[in-house]
């Protein structure tokens, strides 16, 4: 299996620019989770889905930041407008069925907004 | 709701001397707890987990941790250091409340430093 992948790995962007980043989990997952990295806050949990449905959305910073999952093997994180704070790393990760089970990360997106 | 709180931004050891990196928690629920390796400009891996049973977990790369509840502890050790062992290091609860996986809190992680 590949693995969660995760692109781009890496973007630049002007702020005020719509930024999408997009995640595929490993295929038979059916929870998805995305985290962001920064050396102030460490990794928080943004939002999370199972079963494409989302769970909890609590992490989510503002109204700018939206997530959709669509289907099974898809998800986007969406920052609009964007804004040089937003700069970090996010991760995607995925989970199997199961109560028991960790999560499965991809390398991560770094963005920086300038 | 969980909070983990991980001592030592930065644990420094020589080449095949002891690691012990140390992990608390705080949990309202029974706690799935995990340790996580990430290298640099790598995602997080993986090392071990505890959810139910033996508190006493085996991981990769010669790992372990023990679950202690009276001391809300779940430190991570591994007898004898290796250069590649230089990364940094996530401890992780989950409350599993409810059926199917949840979110993870993590703490604010440890940057292992192996001396030659």
């Known amino acids: 299996d590949a693995g969660v992948i995760q692109s781009p790995r890496h973007e630049v962007t002007e702020m005020g620019q719509e930024v999408t980043l997009r995640c595929k989990p490993i295929s038979g997952h059916n929870s998805l989770f995305w985290y962001r990295q920064t050396m102030m806050r460490g990794l928080e949990l943004l939002i999370y889905?199972?079963?494409?449905?989302?769970?909890?959305d609590s992490g989510m910073p503002e109204d700018r930041f939206s997530a959709k999952m669509p289907n099974a093997s898809f998800s986007t994180l969406k920052i609009q407008p964007s804004e040089p704070r937003d700069s970090a790393v996010y991760f995607c990760?995925?989970?199997?069925?199961?109560?028991?089970?960790?999560?499965?990360f991809g390398q991560g997106t770094r963005l920086t907004v300038v | 709701a969980q909070s983990v709180t991980q001592l030592g931004s930065h644990v420094s050891v020589s080449e095949g001397a002891l690691v012990l990196l140390r992990c608390n928690y705080s949990s309202s629920v029974p706690p799935y707890l995990f340790w996580y390796v990430q290298y640099p400009n790598q995602g997080l891996q993986l090392l071990l987990k505890?959810?139910?049973?033996?508190?006493l977990v085996k991981g990769i790369n010669g790992f372990e941790a023990e679950f202690k509840k009276s001391e809300t502890s779940f430190h991570l050790t591994k007898p004898s250091a290796h250069m590649s062992d230089a990364a940094e290091y996530f401890c992780a609860v989950s409350g599993r409340s409810g059926g199917g996986a949840d979110g993870l809190t993590f703490g604010k992680g440890t940057h292992l430093i192996i001396q030659p």
């Open positions: 505890y959810t139910t049973g033996a508190t």
């Open positions: 990760a995925s989970s199997p069925p199961g109560r028991t089970t960790e999560a499965f």
């Open positions: 889905f199972n079963n494409n449905v989302p769970i909890d």
